[in-house]
């Protein structure tokens, strides 16, 4: 019976060399960095994007008539700016959108809450909001300075496409006028809400998080298939034992 | 002895991965956590200035359509003046036009076809938009042609923004007349004030003012040749002047005047540097029968209006009118090219 002996090396193989080992954990790191990153950016697009719309509430200062949005505000975000009222008492309620300088006409002195702005962060954002004048305007459904409105018993709804335009600018802008009669007190839930574009819509760094951490996980995937482990020479399996011959 | 360099290689490797897994997947982490927070809140930004500061239009050419069709709806539902209701109309209705139609709704009371009433729908084919800040404000619509087949010149007021534009007058074009050309509706017209005569032969008001005199005193006014001929303006000083003749023969006479209706007089520039200008007048004409003659009769409509119809010896007639201009520029005559006009009350004695 003969021992089977040591295989002796491959004469095609090179030894496994501490470069190799080096190659290899920067593949490995790209790979993981990459599969990171992209996962990361998948998810700040998907699970993790921001909210669709954006929705600020507005509650009118005490005493006042009307509310009216600043001019540029209904342009915030997206083609179109929807606003929503309601009165608690059931009482009419008038949504109108005008321009800046029909506005200031329309409400004089009158007792308003203006909102100037949006503010907190996209999951719980702020009115920002201030009191001026006193006293009482006028019943707005008397009034042709609409250029488009909506009224009903407890709430009233419009949407307003936010298109630019030149004859507007000149009138200083569109801004919203929220009321019931002009007269009473002014709803008491006032909604604005405006659909998210552009880098509110989505997080700014989400594709190329997404699109880099691809080409680096490539990167790495295709570090590792240039430098794979060879295994090692100790470890081959042993060669099939010779056979023996008996005569 | 020490170990081969492959050995110890391979027995830090797993370290240095599993290293490099740990701190890779923090920082997926962290970047996943954190990133989400920096999205930030779209910013209020005010709209530009226009180009050019230029003054805004009173209203929107849209605006414009929706308010003509809440003063079509008015008028609509006065369509029969004998159930005509005046507060409802006078919702939407003002001036010389809210005033002949209460004399038409008071004549159709009395059972006497009533003259014919300005345009009842009010489908505008085109608007005159004018570039004025501050109120009271105006613009024009021209209409279709309506009953009388000629189309109306619809003239709407508004005195301030928490009051509606009213139709204040439906003049109708004169035949043979067409309206100067303005710019287009979402272009605007710039507004001529009533004493401003640059590039003009005269001002807005001068016009109103001396056509008023040709009408009293035909081609004996001083401003008779600053006029164009016109169907108008020769109805009315023929009929005069027949009605003096007859009178002053009979020992009578026949007396007129004509006063500018208070802020009547209204005026765009034209497309070709000239102006379009609306004015409003009250005229009142008195007719007296010869001292001591016989006491005549009125004629229907005036009897409607006086509420009365016989033993007349003196009779005095208060028309309301509206008359449209087309103003040329430099030093051209100046045509009324739409005319509304119709008596809104009478006294008899």
């Not at chain 1, 949005?69 to 309620?93: H, I, M, N, Q």
Request: contains cysteine; negative net charge; glycine residues 10%.
């Amino acid at each position: 019976m003969v021992e089977p002996g040591p295989t002796p090396t491959d004469p095609g193989e090179t030894p496994t060399t501490p470069e190799d080992h080096v190659r290899r954990a920067i593949a490995r790191l790209l790979l993981l960095a990459g599969v990171g990153c992209a996962v990361a950016g998948a998810l700040l697009l998907t699970v993790l994007a921001p909210p669709g719309t954006l929705t600020a509430g507005v509650r009118p200062a005490a005493g006042s008539v009307a509310v009216v949005t600043t001019p540029g505000l209904l342009e915030l975000s997206g083609p179109a700016a929807t606003v929503r009222a309601s009165a608690e008492d059931g009482r009419d309620v008038f949504v109108g959108v005008t321009t800046a300088r029909d506005a200031r006409a329309w409400l004089g002195e009158a007792a308003r809450t203006e909102v100037t702005g949006v503010a907190g962060d996209l999951d719980e954002p702020l009115a920002r909001t201030g009191a001026q004048g006193s006293g009482a305007a006028a019943d707005p459904r008397a009034a042709d300075v609409w250029l488009a409105s909506a009224d009903g018993p407890g709430s009233a709804e419009l949407t307003w496409d936010t298109t630019s335009d030149e004859a507007l600018d000149a009138a200083g802008g569109a801004v919203a006028v929220v009321t019931t009669d002009g007269t009473a007190a002014a709803p008491q839930q006032v909604e604005l809400t405006w659909r998210l574009t552009g880098d509110a819509a989505r997080h700014p760094v989400a594709v190329p998080l997404a699109a880099g951490g691809a080409v680096l996980a490539v990167l790495g995937a295709v570090g590792l298939l240039l430098h794979r482990r060879r295994p090692a020479r100790g470890s081959r399996p042993p060669a099939r034992p010779a056979r023996q011959e008996t005569r | 002895m020490r170990p081969p360099r492959t050995t110890r290689a391979r027995a830090t490797t797993p370290a240095a991965a599993r290293a490099t897994t740990r701190a890779a997947a923090l920082a997926a982490c962290a970047a996943v956590l954190v990133l989400p927070a920096c999205a930030e809140l779209p910013a209020v930004t005010a709209p530009a200035a226009a180009a050019g500061e230029r003054t805004a239009l009173v209203v929107q050419p849209a605006q414009a359509a929706r308010i003509a069709e809440a003063a079509t709806a008015a008028l609509g539902a006065a369509g029969d003046p004998a159930a005509t209701d005046l507060d409802a109309l006078a919702a939407r209705v003002t001036g010389p036009e809210l005033d002949l139609r209460r004399a038409a709704a008071t004549v159709a009371a009395a059972g006497v076809a009533p003259p014919a009433a300005g345009a009842d729908d009010l489908d505008a084919i085109s608007s005159v938009l004018p570039r004025q800040d501050g109120w009271p404000r105006w613009f024009l619509t021209v209409t279709e042609p309506g009953e009388d087949s000629k189309p109306s010149v619809v003239v709407l007021r508004s005195p301030s923004a928490r009051e509606p534009y009213r139709v204040w007058g439906t003049p109708s074009l004169l035949p043979g007349a067409s309206l100067p050309t303005t710019g287009a509706p979402a272009d605007g017209a710039a507004v001529v004030g009533p004493d401003e005569d640059t590039n003009l032969p005269m001002s807005p008001r001068a016009v109103a003012e001396r056509y008023a005199d040709v009408l009293l005193h035909g081609d004996d006014s001083e401003f008779a040749d600053r006029f164009t001929a016109d169907a108008y303006r020769s109805s009315v000083v023929s009929s005069a002047q027949e009605q003096t003749g007859a009178l002053e023969a009979a020992g009578g006479s026949l007396t007129q005047e004509r006063d500018l209706l208070d802020d009547s007089v209204v005026a765009v520039r034209t497309r070709d540097g000239g102006a379009l200008v609306v004015a409003g007048y009250r005229s009142s004409v008195t007719a007296r029968g010869p001292a001591g003659g016989r006491p005549g009769t009125l004629q229907d409509v005036a009897a409607a209006l006086a509420g009365r119809d016989g033993d007349v010896t003196s009779v005095t007639t208060v028309l309301e009118e509206v008359v449209v201009f087309a103003v040329p520029p430099g030093d051209g005559q100046v045509s009324a090219v739409a005319v509304q006009s119709g008596p809104v009350s009478v006294e008899a004695s």
